[in-house]
């Protein structure tokens, strides 16, 4: 799903065009509550499967880079894609994905472990301008394939439309940080499922980069305050706490377009138009022990820089856990019990 309005603690991320479910604090505060580690309660979720189609086939995933992006930028999150299928030092981005992978269809088929970045375009002209609404990101697809920067792929294609720090997107930063659909045939030609997330670094930082920068950070100075203020604030491993930050809510749109491509697969709650999904039931836990806006144990660098997963080249990341459906709970390889 995801509207999530969750102040000062978690990611939001949403899905549909339809109306959605939002997740107030008050409600994340109830289930804290109830339970010793949020991680580890199981009696919360009634997670179903509803008999459609999960991304079982090899992933070629397609990103459009709209806007103005660094070299920089794109280069962690491009190593961060490699890391699924890529070996690393445990508890790896792979090691992550395989808690994604218990999920199956009806026939018994798992989700892929194979996502491969099939292709790149760079939308440097903002080609629908700076102001998107969430209809605009299928627009934005299909000018891609008209240009023939990369394919339409029906059978396997994944799109990823990556929203620059000048771009406003609607309900960006006010109520979402991402989101995942599929494409209508009218407007692209075909269906196809796809995620946008948009750089918050310079625009809300304190909502969609959060651990990385405090609550009550607009991004409107050059650098976030360098005091916690008795908020659990760390260091972003790549050094850059909007594409660190996007690197989160990016898993969190793969976790769960992947377990529910077409709205119709795994998700939790009795309406499909605004479900909540594997990586919704555990937004902020990051950790062993997390809850109440603690985002759990999770390992620093020799800088102090945090994270809980490794990846190619040495990378190093922050993500979310997903919900284990053989474990029943939240569940990362860097767990310790």
């Given at each position: ?23 107030s ?37 397609y990103i ?22 890529s ?13 994604v992978?218990?999920?199956t ?17 760079y ?21 891609a ?31 979402v940080?991402?989101f ?5 045939p ?8 796809y995620?946008?997330?948009?750089y ?14 405090w ?25 850059d ?6 690197i ?8 769960e ?24 039931l ?6 062993s022990?997390?809850?109440g ?43 310790i019990d």
């Amino acid at each position: 799903m995801i509207l999530q309005k969750l102040p000062y603690y978690f990611l939001l991320l949403s899905l549909s065009y339809a109306p959605s479910l939002a997740f107030s604090f008050s409600q994340s505060k109830e289930l804290f509550n109830q339970a010793k580690n949020y991680e580890g309660s199981s009696d919360l979720v009634n997670l179903e499967y509803h008999m459609g189609p999960v991304l079982a086939s090899p992933i070629n995933v397609y990103i459009i880079w709209y806007g103005d992006w660094s070299l920089s930028q794109q280069s962690t999150i491009r190593d961060f894609l490699y890391s699924f299928s890529s070996p690393a030092a445990y508890p790896s981005v792979a090691d992550w994905w395989r808690t994604v992978r218990l999920y199956t269809d009806q026939t018994g088929s798992n989700i892929t472990g194979n996502i491969v970045l099939s292709g790149e375009f760079y939308d440097t002209r903002y080609s629908h301008g700076a102001y998107l609404s969430r209809l605009d990101m299928q627009s934005i697809i299909r000018t891609a394939v008209n240009k023939r920067a990369m394919a339409l792929n029906p059978h396997s294609g994944l799109y990823l439309v990556l929203t620059s720090h000048d771009v406003q997107v609607q309900d960006f930063c006010r109520a979402v940080c991402g989101f995942h659909y599929f494409t209508f045939p009218n407007i692209v030609g075909v269906t196809v499922p796809y995620a946008w997330v948009g750089y918050s670094g310079a625009q809300c930082p304190g909502m969609c980069a959060y651990p990385f920068a405090w609550p009550g950070y607009s991004g409107s100075s050059s650098s976030p305050p360098r005091n916690n203020e008795g908020h659990n604030i760390m260091r972003a491993p790549n050094g850059d706490v909007g594409v660190d930050g996007m690197i989160s809510v990016l898993a969190h749109e793969l976790a769960e377009v992947s377990s529910n491509p077409l709205v119709n697969a795994w998700y939790a709650g009795d309406d499909p138009t605004a479900p909540t999904e594997i990586a919704d039931l555990c937004l902020g836990v990051y950790g062993s022990g997390a809850g109440g806006g603690y985002v759990g144990k999770v390992d620093k660098d020799t800088w102090g820089n945090a994270y809980n997963v490794n990846g190619v080249r040495g990378r190093k990341f922050m993500v979310q856990w997903v919900w284990d459906p053989v474990k029943k709970r939240c569940y990362g390889p860097n767990a310790i019990d």
